[in-house]
């Protein structure tokens, strides 16, 4: 009985080990609204899990607090990722550590391209991610914006200045194909997307994850989940995750809507 209940609490210690990131009844004040109240996640390697919910019903303060948001003031719980609290570390330090967010609105830069900021970026990747010049850089640019069906002399442009929507959206998707995060935390990246587009991210997205990066999506739409190879879908309302199961809950979204999980 001893050995058995050793070997539990090893293969325990294995389970807890292999989460990328972990949620503890995280509570998040933004001024002196509570819009977080108590949220609980685990997210696997290579898996990609859904958000869900109504506007005003936490999700991108999910996302920002997980990013470290300056706005975010977390009031109780913990954010584990890769076996470490966050607790107190600024952006920038969780991006070193591979934490990526891709904007619901990504902002127009005058003045700064694509390709400098991903090569200053990329050398914080390590050795394994980072590029020998400029023009390495942009050749891996010019592959990946194929990919994506981008433009490639958008990267020597000012970041995100008159870009289309959908142009803006695949510009994120393009920075997170350069720096390969191990998680991202994408945003609506689904919004203003045509539907040849909206596969074309999808199948990126996909290709991430096969290759062990983590992904959570909030979205408000059924449409991108039919594209993805999804690990689970949660539903949050005021504050909290109120259910989580697989793809075909969305379904039950799209008849019912939110109210059913109330």
């Given at each position: 009985m001893a050995l058995l209940e050793k070997a539990g609490v090893f293969c325990y210690s294995v389970r807890i080990m292999s989460k990328l990131l972990t949620i503890r009844d995280l509570q998040v004040d933004i001024g002196?609204?509570?819009?977080?109240?108590?949220?609980?996640?685990?997210?696997?390697?290579?898996?990609?899990?859904?958000?869900?919910?109504?506007?005003?019903?936490?999700?991108?303060?999910?996302?920002?607090?997980?990013?470290?948001?300056?706005a975010c003031d977390i009031r109780g719980g913990e954010i584990i990722f890769d076996g470490q609290n966050l607790s107190g570390r600024k952006p920038e330090e969780r991006s070193d550590l591979g934490i990526f967010l891709a904007f619901q609105s990504p902002r127009e830069i005058?003045?700064?391209?694509?390709?400098?900021?991903?090569?200053?970026?990329?050398?914080?990747?390590?050795?394994?991610r980072s590029y020998a010049s400029v023009f390495e850089l942009r050749e891996e640019l010019a592959r990946q914006a194929s990919a994506l069906q981008l433009n490639a002399d958008l990267v020597s442009r000012s970041l995100n200045v008159g870009f289309s929507g959908g142009e803006k959206k695949k510009m994120e998707m393009l920075q997170l194909s350069i720096l390969k995060p191990r998680l991202a935390l994408l945003d609506e990246i689904d919004s203003g997307l045509d539907i040849d587009s909206l596969k074309t991210i999808s199948r990126q997205i996909n290709e991430f994850a096969g290759e062990g990066g983590s992904a959570l999506i909030i979205t408000h739409y059924q449409r991108i989940v039919e594209y993805l190879d999804v690990g689970a879908v949660h539903v949050m309302l005021e504050g909290k995750i109120v259910r989580s199961g697989n793809k075909d809950m969305v379904g039950l979204i799209e008849e019912k809507g939110y109210r059913n999980f109330t």
């Amino acid at each position: 009985m001893a050995l058995l209940e050793k070997a539990g609490v090893f293969c325990y210690s294995v389970r807890i080990m292999s989460k990328l990131l972990t949620i503890r009844d995280l509570q998040v004040d933004i001024g002196d609204a509570n819009i977080l109240r108590g949220v609980d996640m685990d997210i696997s390697p290579g898996e990609i899990h859904i958000v869900m919910g109504p506007n005003g019903s936490g999700k991108s303060t999910l996302a920002n607090a997980i990013m470290g948001h300056y706005a975010c003031d977390i009031r109780g719980g913990e954010i584990i990722f890769d076996g470490q609290n966050l607790s107190g570390r600024k952006p920038e330090e969780r991006s070193d550590l591979g934490i990526f967010l891709a904007f619901q609105s990504p902002r127009e830069i005058q003045g700064i391209q694509a390709d400098e900021v991903l090569f200053e970026a990329s050398k914080k990747r390590g050795p394994c991610r980072s590029y020998a010049s400029v023009f390495e850089l942009r050749e891996e640019l010019a592959r990946q914006a194929s990919a994506l069906q981008l433009n490639a002399d958008l990267v020597s442009r000012s970041l995100n200045v008159g870009f289309s929507g959908g142009e803006k959206k695949k510009m994120e998707m393009l920075q997170l194909s350069i720096l390969k995060p191990r998680l991202a935390l994408l945003d609506e990246i689904d919004s203003g997307l045509d539907i040849d587009s909206l596969k074309t991210i999808s199948r990126q997205i996909n290709e991430f994850a096969g290759e062990g990066g983590s992904a959570l999506i909030i979205t408000h739409y059924q449409r991108i989940v039919e594209y993805l190879d999804v690990g689970a879908v949660h539903v949050m309302l005021e504050g909290k995750i109120v259910r989580s199961g697989n793809k075909d809950m969305v379904g039950l979204i799209e008849e019912k809507g939110y109210r059913n999980f109330t």
